[in-house]
């Protein structure tokens, strides 16, 4: 089939095999993809803009391997936003990609971009997170450890003047997202957010545990806070899952983690616009809810005195 030209914020953009089957147990389509993050692109651009992407591709679908790419493609156009980034260390400078329209995100899924990954800072302060998260998989089987976590971490960020906001990944489980105004590094926010999950850790001991190993969990939910570091990235909202169903990363309101139908997968390529029919984003106020990592200091404080 000859290629399919996409008229996009003025620019054309060519949509090779448009008909190719990126998930083979659904039918869904390159030509999917790429009107999904069309319709998409209002929502989910405020969560990229500025900030650097990891992009996870899979040109000949999800029935074969994929791969990550950080840095931008020689045959991208000169179009697609793009900005150095100094890593440091052995790694150096590396061209980022970015997305601030949506013919960015359509010209990523015509390169069959499933999944972007986005930094938790922005370019402009790279090692300044401008968020915190927390990782939140099920132990087992059962769910209800997620989402009893959430709300605890939750609790605890709002009980120290934070906002949390929660999605689902689209993968296994839950991310707790809170902003912060990014006046402290990574390293200062990363211990912050592990005495945090010490102090939860302590005060529900059957449930919740900071230990790496998965041998020593005994069935607890492991409290992951590993992004919170330079370089590391976390699934964008909305962002499409190299998972069966194509699973979509979807914000949601707090009384929705009660819901025993909501799961990591709960939404797709295929429901997420009659949820986005039925609900504004849950997520449209993350950005004017920043707060200081100094108020979560200043709680933990006061908690381990207390």
Known sequence: ??????????????????????????????????????????????????????????????????????NRSDHFPDWLPARRID??????????????????????????????????????????????????????????????AAHQIGDALREAGLTPFVKTTGSRGLHVVAPLKPDADFDRVRRACRRLADHLAARHPDALTTEQRKNKRQGRLYLDIMRNAFGQTAVAPYAVRAKPGAPVAMPLDWEEVNDRAIGPRRYTLENAFRRLGQKDDPWADLGRSAAGIDKLEAALEAWDQG
Request: contains cysteine; aromatic residues 8%; negative net charge.
């Open 1 to 70: 089939m000859t290629d399919t030209i996409l008229n996009v914020d003025g620019e054309r953009i060519a949509l090779s095999h448009p008909d190719k089957v990126l998930f083979p147990d659904d039918g869904l389509t390159k030509a999917d993809l790429a009107d999904y993050y069309q319709r998409v692109a209002p929502l989910m651009l405020p969560h990229l803009r500025g900030r650097a992407l990891t992009l996870h591709r899979f040109p000949d679908g999800i029935g074969e391997s994929g791969f990550y790419q950080q």
């Open 87 to 148: 890593h440091g260390g052995d790694t150096g400078e590396v061209t980022h990609i970015f997305c601030e329209r949506a013919a960015d995100l359509v010209y990523l899924a015509s390169q069959a971009t499933l999944t972007l990954h986005a930094w938790l800072s922005q370019a402009a302060r790279p090692n300044r997170p401008d968020q915190l998260v927390f990782d939140l998989d099920p132990p087992g089987d059962d769910f209800a450890p997620v989402r009893r």
